[in-house]
């Protein structure tokens, strides 16, 4: 029996770079381990070369002297969307192919931090881990600055780290606003009536959010906080491949590796803060996470492969911050954390592997 292939949906950036020999945050010899193991090929195409009716495509696949070759081949009925698609059309166009039969996991990963929010707080048991979430107004900025001291306002949708600021009070009537431009940090103070034009324009737009801000825990005097992997694995079921710290450029407040953060080890950063436990925090972290993709993937069809951020205070409580349903996974190996880098890779192939002997059972059961 032919191995079946197993399609691997890229955006145009890490598709050009199979040309280049490069492709970016995409560990190909990870997919292609994984396809050995588990007697299966896989494939790599753009949602544009995969339409609804054909019955084949042209994608990449690892050829002779490894490199990898454009081909015809049957279109794959298991697909691990790795792109982002942001069209109606490409939305028509991915439901269209879930109507046909294929498995489209992570079909659709871009979602409003606000919705996310939303739908986390419809469980009782993680609204006290959620910072408090409001799209942004000019109402509801001044309740905000009635409630908390420091606030953190941005879009609502992606960012890698741009247009984040953050708000804090300074004493009983006045306050600052800080934001990162270029490679230095601006800071401007205002008072409760009279705010800066930047914070009235921002909080003006509702594409933005504002949120309590995280006391996060700080290593060398930076704050930090953790990117977890959480994705369904080869029984379907929920596990966290790999947690590994961001930590802020000296004299910043964003983690973002696109803003000048660093990764390091948990196990790194806990040396400074001897009073917490690795084995627990780890332990606690995982607990909160898995919570967390299970109260998602109640909601979101397809979901499969999710990088989350959570924050800790100083006493090793979790918080909440947002969800990356395409997560660059970059961040393990910049921490030169290797086998979890890998298991982000793998882990997902394995739930494929899961929904095609489930999809064979059905089929044969239908019969």
């Not at 020999?21 to 560990?27: D, M, V, W």
């Not at 079909?107 to 009782?124: A, G, I, P």
């Not at 921002?202 to 995280?214: A, E, G, K, M, T």
Request: hydrophobic fraction near 35%; charged fraction near 20%; charge should be positive.
């Amino acid at each position: 029996m032919d191995c079946p292939y197993i399609g691997i949906l890229v955006d145009g950036l890490v598709y050009s770079g199979f040309k280049k020999g490069y492709t970016y945050f995409e560990c190909l010899p990870y997919y292609e381990e994984a396809g050995r193991n588990n007697h299966f090929i896989p494939c790599y195409f753009r949602l544009k070369d995969i339409n609804p009716g054909n019955s084949t495509i042209t994608a990449y696949v690892l050829g002779e002297g490894n490199n990898y070759d454009l081909q015809v081949i049957p279109k794959p009925t298991i697909i691990h969307n790795r792109g982002l698609f942001f069209t109606k059309m490409a939305r028509s166009k991915i439901a269209s192919l879930q109507k046909e039969g294929i498995i489209l996991f992570n079909s659709w990963n871009r979602y409003e931090k606000l919705q996310v929010h939303e739908l986390l707080t419809k469980k009782s048991s993680l609204r006290s881990y959620l910072p408090e979430t409001v799209k942004a107004s000019k109402d509801h900025m001044e309740e905000m600055m009635s409630k908390h001291d420091e606030l953190i306002i941005k879009p609502s949708s992606g960012s890698l780290g741009n247009s984040i600021i953050k708000v804090a009070k300074v004493s009983n009537e006045n306050w600052e606003i800080i934001f990162q431009k270029n490679k230095s940090l601006v800071k401007e103070s205002f008072a409760n009536i009279k705010w800066p034009e930047k914070l009235i324009t921002i909080v003006s737009n509702p594409r933005y959010i504002i949120q309590q801000r995280i006391p996060l825990a700080t290593y060398q005097a930076s704050p930090f906080d953790l990117r977890v992997s959480v994705q369904r694995n080869g029984i379907g079921e929920w596990q966290v491949s790999g947690i590994v710290g961001k930590v802020a450029q000296k004299g910043m407040y964003v983690t973002n590796l696109a803003k000048g953060g660093t990764s390091r080890p948990l196990s790194v950063l806990l040396q400074d803060l001897p009073h917490l436990n690795l084995e627990d925090v780890s332990t606690t972290i995982k607990n909160f996470s898995i919570e967390i993709a299970e109260q998602l993937g109640e909601h979101i069809p397809y979901l499969a492969d999710i990088g989350l951020d959570i924050g800790i205070t100083n006493e090793g409580f979790p918080m909440f911050i947002e969800c990356n349903a395409r997560d660059l996974r970059i961040t393990f190996r910049n921490a030169n954390m290797m086998d979890e880098w890998k298991a982000t890779h793998i882990t997902p192939l394995n739930y494929a592997i899961f929904l095609m002997k489930n999809n064979q059972k059905h089929k044969e059961g239908e019969q």
